[in-house]
C-alpha cells in the first residue's frame, strides 16, 4: 500500500515520500510552539501574578487564550477549505508570535490577557490545521502511522515546558530581562523557526474550490454563543452560578446558539461547521465521544499536576517529569495502534479499549489516600496516557473518514473544536468542584480526633509555630484556631480561680456573721482564705490542665514547651474540638480561595499541612470519581460506535481520481470542454519540488 497520491493521467506522484516528511517536519514545528506555550505558561503563573500586582485575576490569563483558540478553530478549519492550508497555518505562526512578543512587555494582567488572547487566536490554528494537513496528504489507513509523531511533541513539550518555566520563572533577569518574560518571549526564535520550515517545506496541492461564500455571520454568532459560556464556566464559582451576570451569560449564550444553529442550516455547505456532517453517524458519535473523552482528559491533565506539587510536595518540574508515565502510554498505544489500523485499515477496538483504559486509571486515582505512594499514581497515569493514545488519533480519523475531500479542513475542526468545548467544561467544572468541597473537606479532615491532635501538637508547640517556614501556614491556618483554644483555656481557668476567690471570701463573711471571727479582722482574715483558696485551687488546676502556670496573685499563663504537658493538654481538647468541628462549628480559618495561593505549604511541618492534604486529596478523589463516569458514559457509547474500514487512498489522491473520472466521462460524452475546477479539481502548480 501506498500513501503517495498520483497525478492523473502522468502516473507521477502528488507529493512525493520526501516531500510528505519534509511537510509533517514543518507542521510539527508549528504544533510544538502552542503545545510548548501551553505547558511553560502553567508553572510560572503565580510569579507572573506576583509581579505584576494581580494574582487574583490571573484566570483571566487563562480564560482569554482558552476562548480565543477555542472559537477559532472551526473558523480555521473552514477558511482553510476555501483559501487553502499553508496560509492559514503561516497566519497563526504570525499572529501567535505578535501575541508572544506582546505579552513580554506586559505592564499589568489585564493587559497580558488581551495579549494571551492574540496569542490564542493564533494557537486555534496551530492545533488544527496540522491535522487536516494530513487529512489531505496520507490516506486514513497511513495517516494513523504519523500520528505518534505528533503526540510526541506533546510529550516532549509536557516534560520540557514546566522545566522552561521553572528555569525563566526562579530567574530575576536573563540579559537585562525580568525572568518572567522570557516564558512569552522563547515563542519569538521557536516560532521563526517554525516560520522558516513551513515557508520552505510546506507546499502541498490545493483544491481548487471557485467561488465561496464566507460564513462571518456563523463566525460571530459563534463567538456570542462561546465567550459569555465559557466566561462562566471559568468564573462562575467566583460569581455565583446564579448571580444576575451569570444568568445573563446563560441567556446570551443561548441566543447564540440558536442564532448559530439557524444561520449554519441557511449557509448550507459554506457554513462554518456544516450541519451535514452530523448526517453521517460515524462523525456524529466521534464528536460526541470526543467531548466526554476531553471532559475526562483535560481534567486529569489539570489535577495531577496539582496533586503531585500539593500532597506529593513534587516541584513544578519535578511533577513535569512526574507525568512522564502518562506521556509513555500515551506514545506506546498511538504508535502501536497506529501500525495496526495502517495494516488492517480497521480500529473499532481502539475506541473500546481506549474508554477502559482511561476509566481504569481513573479508577485508580480514586483509590488515593493521604500518603499513597507515587507509583500508584504513575501506574493510573500508565492507564490513562494508553487510553489517550488509542483514542486521540481514531476519533480523529473517524471524523475525517466520514467525509469527502471538500470537507476534510471543517471536519477536523470540528472535531478539536467539540473536544476543546469537553476539555473547557471539564477544566471549568471539575475544578469548580474540587474547589467548592474543599472547605468542607478541611472540616472533615479537622474533625478527624488523630489528624487534629498532631496539628494541634504541633501548632501549640513554640519551637514549631516559631520557625519562619511555618510562619505562613501558623497565620494563615493555625493562629485563630490556637487563639481560640488558648483563649477559651485560660477563661476557663480564671473561672475556676474566681469561683474558689468568691467561695473564701463569703465563707469568711458568714464568719463574721456568726461571730467567730470579729468585724475588724474580717478583712486580714478574707486575704488569708483567699490566698490559701487560690494556692488549692491553684495546684488542681495544674495537675488538671498540665500546661498552666498559675502565678500567685491569680495571673494565669499557658507554657506549652515541655513536650509531655503539650501532648497531655492536646488529649484533653483535642475530643472537643473534633466534635465542634464535625457539627460545623469552630475557625479553621480556610476557605475555597484561601488555597488561590497555596505557597504556606510550601516546607511547612509536614503536621501541620497534613490535615490541608488530606482534605485536597479527598477533593480530587471526588474529581476523580466525576471524570471517570464521564469516560464510563463514553465506553458505553463506543460499543454503539459504527467504524467502516478506512479509505485507503489520500484527500488529493481521491480529488484527483474525482478529476480524472470527471474527464473520461466529458471525453466520452463529446463535450467541447474540459470540466473546470468548479468541483475539487487539484491545482497542480501549488506543487513544487524541494532540494
Not at 227 to 232: F, G, I, M, Q, S
Not at 442 to 468: H, I, K, R, Y
Request: proline fraction near 4%.
Amino acid at each position: 500500500m501506498s500513501n503517495v497520491a498520483v497525478k492523473p493521467g502522468s502516473g507521477s506522484p502528488i507529493m512525493t515520500q520526501r516531500q510528505i516528511l519534509f511537510v509533517i517536519f514543518g507542521l510539527m514545528a508549528g504544533m510544538f510552539l502552542s503545545a510548548l506555550d501551553q505547558t511553560v505558561v502553567g508553572t510560572s503563573i503565580r510569579t507572573i501574578g506576583d509581579d505584576l500586582n494581580g494574582l487574583s485575576q490571573q484566570a483571566w490569563v487563562t480564560t482569554a487564550y482558552l476562548i480565543l483558540s477555542t472559537i477559532s478553530t472551526p473558523i480555521y478549519g473552514k477558511l482553510s477549505d476555501i483559501f487553502g492550508r499553508r496560509p492559514l497555518f503561516i497566519i497563526a505562526i504570525v499572529i501567535f508570535v505578535i501575541g508572544s512578543i506582546l505579552a513580554t512587555f506586559s505592564t499589568s494582567m489585564l493587559e497580558l490577557a488581551f495579549f494571551r488572547a492574540i496569542q490564542g487566536l493564533g494557537a486555534g490554528g496551530l492545533m488544527s490545521m496540522p491535522l487536516a494537513i494530513l487529512g489531505d496528504i496520507l490516506a486514513p489507513r497511513e495517516r494513523a502511522r504519523y500520528q505518534g509523531y505528533f503526540l510526541a511533541v506533546f510529550g516532549v513539550s509536557s516534560v520540557v515546558g514546566p522545566l522552561i518555566g521553572g528555569v525563566f520563572a526562579g530567574a530575576d533577569q536573563i540579559l537585562g530581562i525580568a525572568g518572567w518574560r522570557w516564558v512569552f518571549l522563547i515563542n519569538v526564535p521557536i516560532g521563526l523557526i517554525a516560520l522558516a520550515i513551513v515557508l520552505r517545506f510546506l507546499h502541498i496541492p490545493r483544491h481548487a474550490r471557485g467561488r465561496a461564500r464566507i460564513d462571518w455571520w456563523g463566525a460571530t454568532m459563534v463567538i456570542v454563543a462561546l465567550v459569555p459560556l465559557l466566561l462562566v464556566a471559568e468564573q462562575g464559582r467566583d460569581w455565583g452560578w446564579s448571580s444576575p451576570i451569570a444568568i445573563g451569560c446563560y441567556v446570551l449564550g443561548g441566543i447564540g446558539i440558536l442564532a448559530f444553529v439557524i444561520i449554519e442550516t441557511l449557509m448550507k455547505d459554506d457554513a462554518i461547521i456544516p450541519l451535514k456532517l452530523f448526517r453521517s453517524s460515524t462523525f456524529s458519535m466521534a464528536t460526541v465521544i470526543g467531548v466526554f473523552i476531553g471532559f475526562g482528559m483535560f481534567g486529569a491533565m489539570l489535577t495531577l499536576p496539582l496533586y503531585l506539587q500539593l500532597v506529593l510536595g513534587s516541584t513544578p518540574t519535578q511533577s513535569g517529569f512526574q507525568l512522564l508515565p502518562m506521556i509513555l502510554g500515551l506514545m506506546i498505544t498511538s504508535i502501536a495502534s497506529g501500525q495496526i489500523i495502517a495494516r488492517t485499515g480497521r480500529y473499532r477496538i481502539f475506541p473500546l479499549l481506549g474508554t477502559l483504559f482511561m476509566a481504569l486509571g481513573f479508577f485508580l486515582l480514586t483509590r488515593l489516600q493521604y500518603d499513597t505512594s507515587y507509583w500508584l499514581i504513575a501506574l493510573a497515569m500508565l492507564l490513562i496516557g494508553m487510553g489517550l493514545g488509542q483514542l486521540m488519533q481514531t476519533l480523529t480519523i473517524a471524523s475525517q473518514n466520514s467525509v469527502g475531500p471538500r470537507d476534510m479542513g471543517v471536519a477536523t475542526s470540528a472535531s478539536t473544536f467539540f473536544r476543546q468545548i469537553g476539555g473547557t467544561l471539564g477544566t471549568a467544572v471539575l475544578l469548580s468542584l474540587m474547589f467548592s468541597v474543599m472547605p468542607a473537606n478541611v472540616q472533615t479532615a479537622f474533625a478527624d480526633e488523630e489528624t487534629l491532635s498532631g496539628a494541634l501538637n504541633a501548632a501549640l508547640d513554640p519551637a514549631v509555630a516559631g520557625a519562619p517556614e511555618n510562619a505562613a501556614i501558623m497565620q494563615t491556618i493555625y493562629a485563630p484556631m490556637v487563639s481560640q483554644l488558648t483563649a477559651a483555656t485560660t477563661q476557663q481557668i480564671q473561672s475556676g480561680l474566681q469561683q474558689a476567690t468568691d467561695a473564701a471570701t463569703k465563707a469568711v463573711a458568714d464568719q463574721v456573721a456568726a461571730g467567730t471571727i470579729p468585724a475588724s479582722a474580717q478583712g486580714a482574715a478574707t486575704a488569708v482564705a483567699v490566698a490559701a483558696a487560690r494556692a488549692t485551687a491553684a495546684q488542681q488546676i495544674e495537675q488538671q490542665v498540665p500546661v498552666a502556670q498559675i502565678s500567685a496573685d491569680g495571673t494565669v499563663t499557658l507554657d506549652f514547651s515541655n513536650a509531655a504537658a503539650r501532648e497531655a493538654y492536646v488529649a484533653q481538647v483535642a475530643p472537643t474540638v473534633s466534635a465542634r468541628l464535625a457539627g460545623g462549628s469552630g475557625d479553621t480559618s480556610i476557605d475555597g480561595s484561601a488555597l488561590n495561593d497555596s505557597s504556606f505549604l510550601n516546607g511547612a511541618s509536614p503536621a501541620l499541612t497534613k490535615p490541608i492534604l488530606v482534605a485536597f486529596n479527598a477533593s480530587a478523589v471526588l474529581v476523580y470519581w466525576v471524570a471517570m463516569f464521564v469516560v464510563l458514559i463514553a465506553f458505553v457509547l463506543t460499543i454503539f460506535f459504527r467504524t467502516p474500514p478506512l479509505r485507503d487512498r489520500s484527500a488529493l489522491q481521491e480529488a484527483a481520481d474525482e478529476g480524472m473520472l470527471a474527464t473520461a466521462a466529458a471525453e466520452e460524452a463529446g463535450a467541447l470542454v474540459v470540466p473546470g475546477p468548479s468541483t475539487d479539481s487539484i491545482d497542480t502548480d501549488a506543487v513544487r519540488p524541494r532540494a
